[in-house]
């Protein structure tokens, strides 16, 4: 499984952007997917995922009510929408796919096999 990225950007705070990453290779509909972020400094951290065929979604509860995730299985994409954007929502931003999925890991980066490339979000303050 190949996973591209993109959608990052610069933005104001309060403002909203999309992520996009798209996958090819594999079944998507098999895989949980989901969104990690690292800021400058900091270790990867857990942002959102949504289970395969799209039943459950989860939220780090620094992002729960601003941000939101979905997936397309025709178009085999995997959405974030981030909305009332903070400067400490700034970081690389990087999907990932783990088959299958375990509702209890699905926080945790161990868990993911696949690693998109990371799209980097800055937001001025």
């Known amino acids: 499984v190949q996973l591209q990225a993109s959608g990052g950007g610069l933005v104001q705070a309060g403002g909203s952007l999309r992520l996009s990453c798209q996958a090819s ?3 998507f509909t098999d895989y949980t997917m989901a969104w990690f972020r690292q800021a400058p400094g900091k270790a990867r951290e857990f942002v959102g995922a949504i289970r395969y065929r799209g039943g459950t979604t989860r939220y780090a509860d620094s992002v729960k009510g601003r941000y939101t995730i979905s997936r397309d299985n025709v178009k085999r994409t995997v959405y974030l929408q981030m909305n009332s954007l903070k400067p400490e929502d700034t ?11 375990i509702l ?3 926080a945790d980066q161990t868990q993911y096999d696949y690693w ?10």
């Open 25 to 27: 290779g594999g079944t």
């Open 116 to 125: 998109g490339q990371g799209t980097q979000v800055t937001v001025s303050s």
């Open 104 to 106: 209890s890991s699905i």
């Open 91 to 101: 970081a690389v931003y990087y999907c990932a796919a783990d088959r299958w999925g």
